[in-house]
């Protein structure tokens, strides 16, 4: 449904949020917005990108939002844009984006990065600064997860456990999920760029707009290495973690097996004894120190092999 209005100049802004289909069918009748583009920014599940469509002379824009967890999903803005009207389309999770819409609008003053939009009265600008926003908001979630895998490794140095390794794989899965958003944005502001030279569209960008729309991608690319790195790290730490609790699981079962062979020769030897047939010392009063001398001999020569072959 249609929840605020804003105006640049002599051109409107329309926030839209949790679109319904009866608003589907009076945009398409009042604003001549095609099904199709409006289908794109109603699905939950659409990838971000820039297209133009050119029997209407509209353009589409999805873009994802910062994600706080992978198990959260958080569906992306869509924008449709006309020469006099900008539609924004939100859900109830990217409702804060409105926020930004009205903060660019009102030239904060508190924000160096925007330029008075009352002079370029520019939707582009107004568009890209909001993106520039949004992009910005990346490096906070990117550097919150790698915070919390630094404060994992630093307990996992004392002690490694399997909890741990699974918190380590979560953060991996965060990862992946954020580079998976910041790569789409930036295949969709490229594609802008590239539409920019195409002969069949209007798109022709001032050095104003342009200037903001390197602004947003540099931000973009930069989140995308920084996640890239991060992940990658994240990564080589759960295999190296997983290769030290196999290392571990290892030794153990090596140190068990080698005190089973050692532990058997007590028990072969006494065996004999326990026997009905004549062997040596066994009519002795002193047999059963014997005995035992003879187990620990044994036990100390097994011992001494299994060192020798450094199976110890």
């Known amino acids: ?111 160096e990065t925007m330029d008075n939009l009352q002079e370029t009265n520019s939707f582009w600008v107004l568009i890209f600064d909001v993106l520039y926003l949004i992009t910005t908001r990346f490096f906070d979630l990117i550097n919150e997860a790698n915070n919390e895998r630094n404060q994992l490794e630093e307990k996992m140095q004392n002690r490694t456990s399997n909890d741990s390794i699974i918190k380590l794989a979560k ?42 729309l390197n602004d947003v991608l540099v931000e973009a690319k930069q989140s995308q290495e920084m996640v890239q790195l991060y992940s990658s790290i994240t990564d080589k730490l759960t295999n190296n973690y997983n290769n030290l609790i196999n290392n571990n699981l290892n030794n153990v079962m090596k140190f068990l097996t080698i005190y089973s062979i050692v532990l058997t020769v007590p028990t072969i030897i006494t065996g004999f004894y326990g026997m009905n047939v004549k062997l040596p010392f066994a009519d002795s009063p002193f047999a059963w120190i014997i005995t035992i001398l003879i187990t620990i001999f044994f036990s100390l020569l097994v011992w001494q092999i299994l060192k020798k072959n450094n199976l110890m």
């Open 1 to 111: 449904m249609l929840v605020d209005t804003q105006e640049l100049n002599d051109k409107k802004i329309y926030f839209y949020e949790d679109i319904t289909a009866s608003d589907i069918k009076e945009l398409h009748r009042k604003n001549r917005l095609s099904y199709e583009m409006l289908g794109y920014v109603s699905d939950e599940r659409e990838r971000a990108r820039a297209e133009y469509d050119e029997q209407h002379d509209t353009w589409l824009l999805i873009y994802n939002v910062p994600v706080r967890s992978a198990d959260q999903f958080v569906p992306p803005i869509g924008i449709i844009l006309q020469q006099y009207a900008i539609f924004v389309f939100l859900t109830t999770k990217t409702g804060f984006v409105r926020e930004d819409f009205v903060s660019v609008l009102n030239n904060d003053p508190n924000d």
């Open 171 to 212: 953060i991996s899965k965060n990862f992946v999920v954020i580079l998976t958003h910041i790569n789409a944005n930036v295949m969709a502001l490229d594609s802008l760029k590239l539409y920019e030279h195409r002969l069949s569209t209007n798109l022709k960008f001032t050095p104003d707009e342009s200037e903001h």
